[in-house]
């Protein structure tokens, strides 16, 4: 009982990260249309600057992590307004293609920078834990589901009692109808990329605290795995975004230990896929998307 309640733990952890990360895919997929692949790029830009901010100009990691942020956004918003936005309604594959092509080419930059080692961050964290009961629970796996939790509901707030979230919310339902009210597409799409931008950057930030771990390469990876989050909560819901994370970081992680291991070593990071597949064939829209209809 006190391992699966330590496996439930780590399910908890790492379904928030993934959560974070299917907030940004969901923020941009609801204003844009556009499925955002760059958020890998995001993660990688959050774990290094927060390590350059950090390590290499020793300033407290509280003010580390914001400048990280908000270096990371700065860079989304360009990349929407230079390359992203010239192409968005061009036609659905054309913004995906681009989007996967700076997932590829911007990783690279930071390693060839930083070279490919794991750099670790000078974190609040370490390895300090409590007990609650016989559980263990990291200092640092409190401060992934209370974040998460923090940026859900100011994001749930912005979007409902802010005129930058109300004008997205409407650019969302009907974009032309947004535009003849006089609501900038453009404002609405750089805004959703810096969201973007700072979720990935959070994520990155936590992903390259956790033990063992630092900035290296292959963060990138993770917002990927976040991709049948957003499927199975519905790629237009935040809400849907977190607790889809939720499912499927407790559902990999009880795959990791109790799988046994003539299935593969890496079974556990194929079970997200599986999940994925399953919620497509019984409910396409996800748990928490809107159901379309279609007339005949």
């Given at each position: 009982m006190t391992e699966q309640l330590q496996?439930?733990?780590?399910?908890?952890?790492?379904?928030?990260?993934?959560?974070?990360?299917?907030?940004?895919?969901?923020?941009?997929?609801?204003?844009?249309?556009?499925?955002?692949l760059t958020q890998g790029a995001f993660v990688v830009m959050g774990a290094y600057f927060t390590y350059a901010a950090s390590r290499t100009l020793n300033l407290p990691f509280p003010i580390a992590v914001l400048l990280a942020v908000l270096a990371t956004a700065g860079i989304a918003v360009l990349l929407e307004a230079l390359i992203v936005h010239r192409i968005a309604n061009s036609n659905l594959f054309t913004p995906i293609l681009v989007t996967f092509g700076l997932l590829i080419l911007i990783p690279p930059i930071f390693y060839g920078i930083w070279g490919t080692k794991p750099l670790a961050i000078a974190d609040p964290w370490g390895l300090a834990h409590f007990q609650l009961g016989p559980v263990s629970v990291n200092h640092r796996d409190i401060a992934v589901v209370v974040v998460t939790a923090v940026l859900l509901v100011a994001l749930a707030l912005f979007l409902r009692r802010t005129r930058l979230g109300l004008a997205m919310q409407?650019?969302?339902?009907?974009?032309?109808?947004?535009?003849?009210?006089?609501?900038?597409?453009?404002?609405?799409?750089?805004?959703?990329?810096a969201l973007a931008g700072s979720f990935g950057a959070v994520a990155g930030m936590f992903l390259a605290t956790a033990a063992g771990g630092g900035a290296r390469p292959g963060l990138e990876l993770y917002a990927l795995l976040a991709l049948p989050v957003i499927i199975l909560g519905g790629i237009e819901s935040p809400l849907g975004a977190v607790i889809g994370g939720l499912v499927m970081g407790i559902v990999q992680q009880f795959a990791v230990a109790t799988v046994p291991e003539s299935f593969g070593k890496g079974f556990s990071e194929v079970v997200p896929y599986i999940v994925m597949i399953t919620i497509l064939l019984v409910r396409p829209e996800g748990l928490f998307g809107t159901r379309k209809v279609r007339r005949a």
């Open positions: 496996v439930l733990v780590g399910g908890i952890t790492l379904g928030c990260l993934y959560g974070l990360l299917a907030l940004g895919f969901v923020v941009v997929a609801r204003s844009t249309g556009v499925l955002n409407a650019t969302a339902v009907d974009a032309e109808a947004a535009l003849a009210q006089g609501i900038s597409d453009r404002l609405v799409h750089r805004l959703s990329w």
